[in-house]
Every structure is written in structure tokens, then in C-alpha cells.
T-cell receptor, first 117, second 115 residues
Framework: AQTVTQSQPEMSVQEAETVTLSCTYDTSESNYYLFWYKQPPSRQMILVIR??????QNATENRFSVNFQKAAKSFSLKISDSQLGDTAMYFC??????????????FGTGTRLLVSP | EAGVTQFPSHSVIEKGQTVTLRCDPISGHDNLYWYRRVMGKEIKFLLH????????ESGMPNNRFLAERTGGTYSTLKVQPAELEDSGVYFCASSRLAGVYNEQFFGPGTRLTVL
């Protein structure tokens, strides 16, 4: 069974600074996806970034980037130039990569990020 | 395009009562998932529909939970009778069926409180 661990329940950062959220996972699978989801207060969860395990290059999406260390089973999220709108709960998640096109997500417990002015 | 919607947004019931949660997926999405987050814990998978068929219900806690997806459109999740430990936020997600990877789009969740 896969597990996802987020060891930082809460983080805070000031506007324009950089923050890194940690995530580790455990799996015996070789083909899988890793994700960071963001849930702003009272709003729905949205996908921030996705990493395919077979790709060595770290994924980036504008101010969001990941540091994917496959051997260490580590998948951290770096948010650069933090903005007030980045305040949210961030969930790290894992999904097996199968040919069927559908698989359940396995989530961590989340990290609450507060961006202050 | 409308996103995934869930109803109600909040529900407060007493132990022993019945509650039915509803999820309307994005139009054309054959995959529908239910997840639950108990306070302070991880979001856990409950079950997965492909169209109207249950593909995986390995996460359903017990037989007090019943999920349906009549006609392959909206889905309901009924809890009967509700217990205190059923409190949490219930999320629904949907995705397309074709291809190796399809992003799951989440609804806003239903916050269930059992007193």
C-alpha cells in the first residue's frame, strides 16, 4: 500500500518570499504520478502541479516548482514570490500509473500555508 | 463549463439519523470518485464509479454507507444510520475516462457534522 507523509501541519511566509512544503511517500510501484493540490479557504481543491515518476526533470508551473527525488521518495513544492492568494491548504498526493486511465489518489494530511503581507 | 458541484455544502445531523449527499460531476466525465477527510487527517478514498458501475469500493468504511450513480450522471452517498465518527468533509471528484491519465476535478465538499 502507498502512503504519503506531510510533516509540516502549518507553515507561514511573508509576501514575495519563497517557501518549500515537504512531502515524502512510500511505494513499491515504479510507474506513478505525484501531485500537489491546493484548497483555498472555503473553495474547492485544484491541481497545482503534477510530476510523472519516469521523468527526471522537475515539473514547474509559473511560480510553483517541485524537487522530485525518486530514490529518496521525496516530493517537495517550492512556491516563489508568494502571494496572498497562495494562502491555502496544500495536499501532496500519489497515484499509480496504469493503462486504464483511472486510479484513486492517495493523499497526505496537508500543510496549511499562511501568506502574510 | 460548470465544475463539480456538491449538495448540501453543510449538514448537521444527530447520531442515528440518515443523510444523503449529492455530487454532480462535470458533464461528460464518466469517472466519479468519493473521498472523505476526517478532521486533521488525510483525505481518504471511499469509492469510484465508472459510469453507473462501482469500479472500486474498497475505501467504504462499513455497510452504513451506500453510494449510487443512477444513469451514470449524478451520484449520491447515503449514510444510515450516522455515527459520530462519520463527521468530516466529503469530497467528490470526476474525470474523463479515455487515456492513461485524466485529471480529477474536485467539488467544494460537503461538511458533515454528526452530533
Amino acid at each position: 500500500a502507498q502512503t504519503v507523509t506531510q510533516s509540516q501541519p502549518e507553515m507561514s511566509v511573508q509576501e514575495a518570499e519563497t517557501v518549500t512544503l515537504s512531502c515524502t511517500y512510500d511505494t513499491s510501484e515504479s510507474n506513478y504520478y505525484l501531485f500537489w493540490y491546493k484548497q483555498p479557504p472555503s473553495r474547492q481543491m485544484i491541481l497545482v502541479i503534477r510530476q510523472e515518476a519516469y521523468k527526471q526533470q522537475n515539473a514547474t508551473e509559473n511560480r510553483f516548482s517541485v524537487n522530485f527525488q525518486k530514490a529518496a521518495k521525496s516530493f517537495s513544492l517550492k512556491i516563489s514570490d508568494s502571494q496572498l492568494g497562495d494562502t491555502a491548504m496544500y495536499f501532496c498526493a500519489f497515484m499509480k500509473r496504469l493503462n486504464t486511465g483511472f486510479q484513486k489518489l492517495v493523499f497526505g494530511t496537508g500543510t496549511r500555508l499562511l501568506v502574510s503581507p | 463549463e460548470a465544475g463539480v458541484t456538491q449538495f448540501p455544502s453543510h449538514s448537521v445531523i444527530e447520531k442515528g439519523q440518515t443523510v444523503t449527499l449529492r455530487c454532480d460531476p462535470i458533464s461528460g466525465h464518466d469517472n466519479l470518485y468519493w473521498y472523505r477527510r476526517v478532521m486533521g487527517k488525510e483525505i481518504k478514498f471511499l469509492l469510484h464509479f465508472v459510469k453507473e458501475s462501482k469500479q472500486d469500493e474498497s475505501g467504504m468504511p462499513n455497510n452504513r454507507f451506500l453510494a449510487e450513480r443512477t444513469g451514470g450522471t449524478y451520484s449520491t452517498l447515503k449514510v444510515q444510520p450516522a455515527e459520530l465518527e462519520d463527521s468530516g468533509v466529503y469530497f467528490c471528484a470526476s474525470s474523463r475516462l479515455a487515456g492513461v491519465y485524466n485529471e480529477q476535478f474536485f467539488g467544494p465538499g460537503t461538511r458533515l457534522t454528526v452530533l
